[in-house]
């Protein structure tokens, strides 16, 4: 016995293959936003595991910052859910606040628990004096900005790699 490796259970053996069956339901529930939407920008990437292989069924939540005197409801205008597809992409519409950055909640197979990261943009001037993103050391701060895309306006790049090399910075909560 003493002389058998230890196996460390793998993202895809902790909590089975079934975490999609749930997301269906979750997102069909976020209110619609569509691009025609004044002020509205759309993010775009990937989720990606430490092996460099797209996750097919992540969910990403994105929060912003609550305005001074906004109504909070069930849904509100700040909130959107997006899946993952079978090649780990994602894309969400949403409003452009007031903060330079989302708050950003990962769920996915594999974790016992949410990830909890931001995400900002990298046309942001706020972000040079953005006391969490200061924080980060130099080299891991571009893991939570989304870099614009010269194809169109209002559009960003931003992937999520959830171990390993470039690993995303995570929160603790």
Request: proline share 6%; glycine share 10%; no cysteine.
């Amino acid at each position: 016995m003493s002389g058998d490796p230890v196996q460390i259970p793998a993202g895809s053996q902790t909590v089975g293959p079934y975490f999609r069956i749930g997301l269906d339901y979750l997102i069909e529930r976020t209110p619609a936003l569509t691009l025609q939407t004044a002020g509205t920008i759309e993010v775009r990437g990937r989720v990606w595991d430490r092996d460099g292989a797209p996750v097919p069924d992540a969910m990403l939540e994105f929060w912003n910052a609550a305005e001074v005197g906004e109504e909070s409801g069930v849904f509100p205008a700040g909130f959107r859910r997006a899946a993952t597809d079978g090649d780990g992409n994602f894309s969400v519409v949403m409003a452009r606040a007031h903060a330079p950055h989302k708050l950003v909640l990962v769920f996915a197979r594999g974790l016992l628990r949410h990830l909890v990261t931001r995400v900002y943009f990298g046309d942001e001037q706020a972000n040079q004096g953005d006391a969490v993103l200061m924080t980060i050391p130099q080299e891991r701060r571009a893991t939570l900005i989304a870099q614009p895309d010269e194809s169109r306006a209002n559009l960003y790049r931003w992937d999520v790699i959830l171990q390993g090399t470039g690993e995303t910075v995570f929160f603790a909560w």
